[in-house]
């Protein structure tokens, strides 16, 4: 799963990339610094895999992991050339969802594009970019059917009824995630358009240093328009965060204490972005390894085995299962088999998040 994160130039989406993924895409104070979209694999935090990796004593452990794409700054007019163009509107199309940061502090040595810091009419100018974008997508496909309707094809007219409404929808300046969609069909119609501002959101305030805890008044601004969105909201430092990554782990963990911070908004962040894509893990246990794998909610037995191998989805017998609460529980899988409490399920059965399973296969 891909998740793309944009916004304004210079408002610290490579300094979040970076900071996240272990990355070098570069950052410094001047405008469209980022000439290209930067890509990077980050690990899901888990404590159920570090548990379960010390209990097992295992060779290796592997995390859920989320690719997340730093996208250059977009700006007013991008999707007609300007600033850096519109080429990265199509790098968007390919991602599961989007993580839109947002600047939500003061600092006179920090240029801001539009010279002023206004957390809201920045959100709406990426936005109107994104709508114009899905506009000329919707005006093209508009334009195909209008011609092969002629051909007296009733679902090629029904699409098209939905599809001058959707433009319309978007010519008033919303999203086409807040356009009501009525059946099969129209959400059919939807889906292959492929549209950049039909995918979930992640609001991320970039705020100062005195903020982190109880946010600023541009923050909470940037909240309530985004639970207005019904959109998902976090608020960090990435200053903070970049200075904090570059701690040991006793001292990142001493200086969080400090300021009363449970958790990193990096790691907040991360775990959102799992969420909101509708993802959930099932767990493998073993000496050899400990691994969380990634699968969609309300995936069903035989297909969360085909993430592990095709022939285990094709030989699928039974699965083994129990839960990480029970095996905290009673302390082992031998203990959980002694008290009969592995289940045996069958290609049917849906998967629960913190499952862990041994599949029976036969090829």
Same mark, same amino acid.
């Given at each position: 799963m891909k998740l793309g994160i944009v916004g304004l130039p210079n408002i610290g989406k490579s300094t979040i990339f970076n900071v996240m993924t272990n990355n070098k895409a570069q950052t410094s104070n001047y405008m469209f610094s980022t000439l290209e979209s930067n890509k990077g694999i980050v690990n899901?935090?888990?404590?159920?895999?570090?548990?379960?990796?010390?209990?097992?004593? &295992?060779?290796?452990?592997?995390?859920?992991?989320?690719?997340?794409?730093? %996208?250059? !700054?977009?700006?007013?007019g991008s999707n007609k050339g300007e600033g850096i163009g519109n080429k990265f509107l199509g790098d968007l199309r390919q991602m599961d969802a989007l993580c839109h940061v947002v600047r939500c502090f003061d600092d006179s040595d920090l240029l801001h594009i539009y010279g002023d810091v206004d957390p809201i009419r920045d959100v709406e100018t990426i936005n109107l970019e994104? %709508?114009?974008?899905?506009?000329? +997508?919707?005006?093209?496909?508009?334009e195909r059917d209008t011609k092969a309707a002629k051909a007296n094809d009733k679902q090629i007219k029904e699409d *098209?009824?939905?599809?001058? %409404?959707?433009?319309?929808? *978007? #010519?008033?300046? #919303?999203l086409a995630k807040s356009l009501k969609i009525a059946d099969e069909d129209q959400n059919?119609?939807?889906?292959?358009?492929?549209? +950049?501002?039909?995918?979930p959101v992640i609001y991320v305030a970039n705020v100062d240093e005195d903020s982190i805890v109880d946010g600023n008044e541009y923050s909470k601004a940037l909240s309530q328009y985004a639970k207005n969105e019904d959109s998902e909201f976090i608020s960090l430092c990435a200053k903070f965060e970049e200075?904090? &990554?570059?701690?040991?782990?006793?001292?990142?963990?001493?200086?969080?204490?400090? #300021? !009363? %911070? @449970?958790?990193? !908004?990096? @790691?907040?962040? +991360?775990?959102?972005?799992?969420?909101i894509l509708d993802l959930m893990s099932f767990l493998t246990a073993g000496?050899?390894?400990?691994?969380?794998?990634?699968? @969609?909610?309300?995936?069903?037995?035989?297909? &969360? &085995?085909?993430?592990?191998h095709s022939d285990i989805e094709r030989g699928f017998i039974r699965a083994e299962v129990f839960s990480y609460d029970q095996i905290v529980e009673h302390g082992s899988y031998a203990a959980l088999k002694e008290k009969g409490l592995l289940r045996?399920? !069958?290609k049917t059965y849906i998967f629960k998040e913190g499952d862990i399973v041994l599949f029976r296969f036969n090829v």
């Open positions: 899901v935090p888990d404590e159920r895999v570090d548990y379960l990796y010390q209990l097992y004593n &295992a060779d290796k452990k592997t995390f859920a992991t989320i690719e997340f794409v730093d %996208i250059p !700054g977009l700006i007013k994104l %709508i114009f974008a899905d506009l000329e +997508i919707v005006e093209r496909r508009i *098209l009824k939905f599809l001058e %409404i959707l433009r319309d929808h *978007l #010519m008033e300046g #919303m059919r119609v939807i889906n292959d358009l492929d549209l +950049i501002t039909i995918k200075d904090l &990554a570059s701690l040991d782990v006793e001292e990142r963990q001493i200086f969080l204490d400090d #300021m !009363g %911070i @449970k958790e990193t !908004g990096l @790691k907040q962040l +991360i775990k959102k972005s799992y969420s000496k050899k390894e400990v691994r969380a794998w990634t699968i @969609k909610n309300n995936t069903t037995a035989v297909k &969360a &085995a085909g993430k592990i045996v399920e !069958g």
